[in-house]
């Protein structure tokens, strides 16, 4: 029996997941399996840009060099971009005029920062000036490093996830750093005005210059960036600009090819658009009126969407995530689950302000059970926290004691480490006691810390004290 043409549109980090996916479940016997990707070379972790920004090789980040698709018998078309499905003929489209026909297509094509317009940031191409930015790809990363020189000051205008970030890489590198945030809060997506302010604190510290409250409302250029005017009326020079203002899910593909969209590309609990054939997966898609920026989910699905595609598993359906960060902001630990702020009149709020120790922790309780959690500056109760939140279990008499992670162990065999990838720590006693004994062998064995890696101190801990191949159980059985 011929093989159907599978087409998998963006080759970014859910694409990715969902090449292994289907790599462990055979789909080489029922598929030739053909991405298309607009940028260069094989997929690589989007989520250690950074590293890239902090002058590193791009070649450490890939996640898929090119010899894996070769070895998958998977054909990578690279540096192409799909401009639409003909979804009657079942053909896409490419930029350069080429006209390919699928059985089956998957879009993964992401998502685009938000650029907002700012009175002379573009030339008269509608090209940004030279020395203003966005930062979602190796190609970013390297023409801003290649600006940014040791002394230069730089303007980051967006205080969430990744305007931090830049801001954190680029004040390493030298740079005077501000950035403008136009909320009170620092990552206002995650984070109430107290834990939005204990890290803007911190952030100071550093060295960095934060204004919140404020926006930048034009730039100042000539032939590159010069400066910045704010909306109070000052401004401010600036050799580099950072656009880090949020993203939107791309769907450029899907509206030119008739199919729903509403913020992303709506599917179905099997990932299905409502044309047949056609599936759509990673931040791009809107499941159940929402989109995601995160990975985990993007790998929640990408699992669901391989059983679909082979028949594996008829019975899997996505039923949307639940979210949850653990990372480093500049530096700072933090940690957000579920909701922020009370929502219900029923809801209860426990707060611990730390200020001598730059620690804040706070719960939303409901019905005994968490539905959100903020945690700056100490992230050591997350464990116990997000197992939990994912589970919904009954919260203790006295929730208090769950941010104390000492008196109230998490089981160790559903306690999640690696946030990502959803590992527990049972799983990392497991693959230790079965011979991975070093983060690159559990990486494969478990997965864990090849996300967003904010794991690996915590796993490495784990493998130093987990028993090792034919040592004795840490406990004897009675
Ligand atoms: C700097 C940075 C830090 C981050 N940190 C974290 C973190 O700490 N934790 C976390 O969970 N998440 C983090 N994220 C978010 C995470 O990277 C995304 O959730 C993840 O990459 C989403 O995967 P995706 O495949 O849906 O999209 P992407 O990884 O963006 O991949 C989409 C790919 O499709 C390509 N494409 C789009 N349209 C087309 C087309 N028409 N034709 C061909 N190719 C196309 C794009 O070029 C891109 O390569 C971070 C993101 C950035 C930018």
New binding site residues.
């Given amino acids: 029996m011929s093989k159907k043409k599978l087409f998998i ?8 997941r969902l090449l292994d996916e289907l790599a462990a479940r055979g789909a080489a016997f029922q598929y030739e399996i053909t991405v ?4 260069q070379g094989g997929a690589y972790n ?2 250690m ?2 590293k890239v920004l902090a002058g590193g090789s791009p070649d450490d980040i890939v996640t898929k060099p090119l010899e894996w698709y070769d070895r998958h018998n998977v054909r990578l078309i690279d540096r ?4 639409k499905l003909d979804t009657l003929r079942k053909q896409v489209e490419t930029a350069d005029g080429q006209l390919r026909s699928y059985d089956v297509a998957v879009l ?4 685009q920062p938000v650029v907002p317009s700012l009175e002379g940031m573009n030339d008269e191409n509608g090209e940004l000036k030279p020395g203003i930015f966005v ?3 190796i190609g970013d990363c390297m023409r801003m490093r290649e600006r940014a020189r040791s002394g230069d000051s730089a303007i980051v205008v967006g205080g969430g ?2 305007g931090l ?1 830049a801001a954190k890489v680029l004040a390493d590198r030298g740079l005077h750093v501000t950035v403008v945030q136009l909320k009170k809060t620092l990552m206002n997506a995650q984070l109430d005005e107290i834990g939005g302010e204990m890290l803007e604190r911190q952030i100071e510290r550093t060295g960095i210059f934060v204004r919140t409250g404020r926006t930048v409302e034009a730039v100042y250029a000539e032939e590159r960036v010069k400066g910045v005017y704010l909306d109070d009326g000052t401004n401010r020079p600036a050799d580099i600009v950072v656009l880090a203002c949020g993203v939107r899910p ?1 769907t ?2 899907a509206k030119a090819s008739g199919l729903p969209v509403n913020r992303g590309i709506i599917v179905n609990d099997t990932l299905a658009t409502e044309v047949p054939s056609v599936y759509a ?4 898609a809107e499941h159940q009126g929402k989109t ?5 989910p ?1 790998w929640e699905q990408a699992a669901v969407l391989a059983d679909v595609l082979t028949g594996r598993n008829s019975a899997t359906t996505y039923r949307g995530s639940k979210l949850y ?1 653990r ?1 480093k902001v500049a530096g700072v630990e933090v940690a957000t689950m579920g909701i922020s702020e009370p929502e219900r009149p029923e809801d209860d709020v426990l707060q611990i302000v730390q200020d001598r120790k730059d620690t804040y922790r706070k719960l939303i309780v409901r019905d005994r059970r968490l539905v959100g959690a903020i945690l700056v500056g100490d992230t050591s109760a997350a464990g116990a926290l997000v197992q939990c939140f994912d589970r919904g279990d009954l919260l203790p008499e006295d929730p208090l004691e769950l941010l104390c992670p000492t008196s109230v162990a998490a089981d160790p065999a559903t306690r999640i480490v690696c946030n ?1 990838n959803k590992v527990t720590e049972g799983q990392i006693y497991e693959a230790v006691a079965q011979g991975a004994e070093t983060i690159e062998a559990l990486g494969v064995a478990t997965k864990a810390c090849t ?2 890696g ?1 794991c690996k101190t915590e796993v490495t801990q784990l493998i130093a004290r987990a028993p090792k191949r034919g040592a004795l159980p840490l406990v004897a059985a009675s």
């Fill in positions: 549109i963006g080759n970014g980090m859910a694409a990715c298309f990707g607009e940028e989007r989520i840009l950074g192409t971009r799909v401009v993964a094509t992401g998502s930062y979602r790809t996830l990744l970030e791309r450029d593909v997966l990673g931040e791009c995601y920026g995160i990975v985990a993007a960060t990372l990502c996300g967003c904010s």
